[in-house]
């Protein structure tokens, strides 16, 4: 049954080509190619010294000290919130079907290494829990992608575009992610031969790896350190300079900006949750 069957062995059995090195040099090469290329888009876009200076002004402006100790809890917050539950999502389709992507991803890349690394020449030694993975991954993945492109992504959902309009660079990290994931599910159920699926599915895995200067993908590493900045420019009352939630009622604030009560009287009235009275259906 191809589902608790290593297709990486079964491929390496029937080649003389995809020999478990070839494949081994594949991985480190596609790792390679992440790291260099999230490194490029730091240097290109300068964000480490947008986020070093950012930092800089948000002490300068911060209104109280933020402790060590609030900084490590606020870190295990955004890792827990943020990266591993996807709360910055409001929506929640848009929510789950990050997760499922995001899950899905982790588990097929993962099981994908511990096989060729592990079992890539050793077929009936692979425990069938690591190809079960490995298809189970690979289908949260399609579920969750498939989902968002065709009914949850801006372009379709609030601006109304038909699903297969493509924006090449704002869709490349999704597409390139259902078309890795969608081949190596047919090649597997197929017999994981070194045939057309095997090269679409290798195709689509170098294009995704080797594309990080123009995809999306490095936002995974980003995202995290941007929540994380994030709680901690509201704690220490910084607010990246942003003002603060003022009560328009309060006497103090009154005599600040005596224009209050000329234009909207002694007491203002609640002008309620603004962008946050529709539930958060479009982004
Ligand atoms: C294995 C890791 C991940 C995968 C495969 C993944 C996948 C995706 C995909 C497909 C999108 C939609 C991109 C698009 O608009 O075309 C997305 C958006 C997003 N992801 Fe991830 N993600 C991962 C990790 C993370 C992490 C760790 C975080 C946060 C800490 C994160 C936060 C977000 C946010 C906030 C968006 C919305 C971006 C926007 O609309 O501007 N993701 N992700």
Not at 241 to 259: H, N
Request: glycine residues 8%; aromatic residues 14%; proline residues 5%.
């Amino acid at each position: 049954m191809f589902i608790v069957e290593n297709p990486f062995a079964l491929l390496s059995a029937a080649s003389e080509v995809f020999t478990p090195g070839v494949m081994k040099t594949y991985i480190v090469l596609m790792i390679l190619s992440v790291v260099a290329g999230t490194l490029f888009d730091v240097w290109h876009k300068k964000s480490a010294k947008y986020f070093a200076e950012n930092t800089k002004r948000g002490k300068k402006n911060a209104k109280r000290e933020v402790s060590s100790g609030e900084r490590s809890g606020m870190l295990v917050k955004t890792v827990t919130n943020e990266v591993l539950t996807s709360s910055e999502f409001s929506n929640p389709k848009r929510r789950l079907s990050h997760l499922l992507t995001m899950y899905g991803f982790i588990v097929f890349v993962a099981t994908t290494a511990i096989m060729i690394f592990g079992y890539a020449g050793d077929a009936a030694g692979t425990p069938t829990l690591l190809p079960l993975l490995w298809h189970v991954g690979a289908i949260m993945l399609c579920v969750g992608g498939y989902w968002f492109w065709f009914a949850i992504r801006v372009d379709v959902a609030a601006e109304g575009n038909p699903w297969y309009r493509i924006a090449p660079r704002a869709d490349m990290f999704i597409l390139s992610l259902l078309a890795t994931c969608t081949f190596a599910l047919l090649w597997s159920v197929t017999g994981a031969s070194a045939g057309l699926f095997f090269a679409l599915f290798v195709a689509s895995a170098t294009f995704l790896f080797t594309t990080v200067i123009w995809s999306k993908f490095a936002h995974m590493f980003f995202k995290p350190a941007a929540a994380f900045e994030k709680r901690v420019i509201q704690a220490d009352g910084s607010n990246e300079g942003l003002p603060g939630d003022f009560d328009l009622t309060s006497k103090e604030l009154q005599e600040k900006f005596p224009d209050i009560p000329t234009y909207m009287g002694e007491k203002p009235a609640d002008m309620g949750p603004g962008i946050r009275r529709e539930a958060a259906r479009h982004y």
